[in-house]
């Protein structure tokens, strides 16, 4: 004999639908109209150096208790707001938390000023700029350095360029080191001619670099938009959602002048054939004897693994560390794998090379 | 009882059909060939509307938008020299003092 339905559950279940989709109704207006968007990047900060777009920020923090400082260096690619998302899911929160002074060096939106920018500018001034001054306000005579997707190749270059550089550690998370197993992105910066695509401003459009991120997931925005239909009713998701989604969607102009060095990059695949030129000089990554760690993830579909795991083997750190995930690119810094796995690690990593001040 | 509505599955069934096709025809490479083929065409077709706009304009001699980016663009230029001359002087200054 069949069961019989029951008959709470089922008007329980219209009943719950019906809120719903009253819900649903209400944020689909809220979303259109464009109110209530996410407010991201919260957490309290000052700039305490400016040069060019570039503006370095120092996180407000009455509690700083570990030594030395923390300078995390962004990728020139997409907003840096990614790594303080919101409250509750922010990398800058929990470094935070765990007693760091932490700095954040923001590269800002490349006009034609910055065109002719190459990666000498960030790895030979810029970045060695803004250390001196987080050493100066936070009177540390060295510090951790921090490198984000791209922001993890300028650190490397940095560090294997400027081997007197003041680093206790150099930790760096999802960056390529096999330029030629980059995927899609990597055949297409190496197949089209950057004057082609280059704006009237002499950068690379964001819609371009958009365009491009999107290509290596053809399906993917769909699908948010029917995994947004489901769940459109529930505030909490709604509000993640625009900030994932907005800050995916919220690409810079790169200039030309990197966009055609990294298609040489793409070429020549100089890490991989020790055959890296920074600022004139030959540079060996075997040169890196900082503490290092490298973090990347298994479903990365920007940086692959195949493309971000030999480093480990490149740098010449006596004591390197290696953390595999299996999460995808943004999934490493926001989320629950996280929370869970990632910042636990990254931060015990600096506290075991840093020291407790009182 | 699950949260899921019916019509999902299938349409994680589709998109698990659909989405490795297409993610594979993008690996190709005469995807990024195709790619950097329309770069060029779309380029070209935007260099020749311009001209003929510009054309127009320097009739009547008056500076075209063109004009006034490409002259942004040698002054960004001196402005990124100036920029670097400063913070390599800087960076001098710190090495001095």
Known sequence: ?????????????????????????????????????????????????????????????????????????????????????????????????????????????????????????????????????????????????????????????????????????????????????????????????????????????????????????????ITQYVDLWERLWSDEYVAAYQAMTGWAAEQVPLPAGVARQLAQMVHENPMMTDRLVVGGDRVHLSAVTAPFLHVLAKRDHIIPEASSAPLIGLVGSPDRHELCLDAGHVGLLVGKTAARTTLPTIIDFLKQRSEVVS | MTDKPKWRPTYDAVEGMVAPRLEALVRTDQFSHTTAVMARARRLVADQVNGVAARFWHLLNLPTGTDIRRLRIQVGALDREVRRLSLQLDRQARQQG
């Open chain 1, 1 to 221: 004999m069949a069961p019989t339905p029951n008959a709470m559950s089922v008007l329980d279940r219209v009943r719950r639908e019906v809120e719903r989709n009253a819900l649903r109704a209400r944020n689909g207006i809220r979303m259109a109209a464009g109110i209530a968007r996410p407010h991201v990047g919260q957490s309290p900060k000052e700039i305490v150096w400016r040069a060019g777009r570039t503006e370095l920020w120092r996180y407000r923090s009455d509690h700083v208790r570990m030594s030395p400082p923390l300078l995390i260096v962004y990728s020139l690619f997409n907003r840096s707001y990614i790594l303080d998302l919101r409250p509750g899911n922010s990398f800058v929160e929990h470094v935070l938390d765990a007693g760091f002074d932490v700095f954040l060096l923001d590269w800002g939106i490349p006009d034609e000023r910055d065109a002719n920018n190459r990666l000498e500018d960030y790895v030979d001034d810029y970045l060695p700029a803004a250390l001196e001054r987080v050493r100066r306000v936070s009177e540390s005579s060295v510090v951790n350095l921090l490198g984000y997707c791209f922001g993890g190749v300028l650190s490397l270059l940095y560090a294997a360029h400027h081997l007197d550089a003041p680093v206790r550690s150099l930790t760096i998370l999802t960056t390529p080191a096999d330029f030629q197993r980059l995927g899609p992105l990597g055949d297409i910066l190496g197949a089209i001619d950057i004057d082609t695509v280059q704006d009237v401003d002499g950068n690379v459009p964001a819609e371009v670099i958009l365009q491009g991120f999107r290509s290596l997931r053809p399906t993917a925005e």
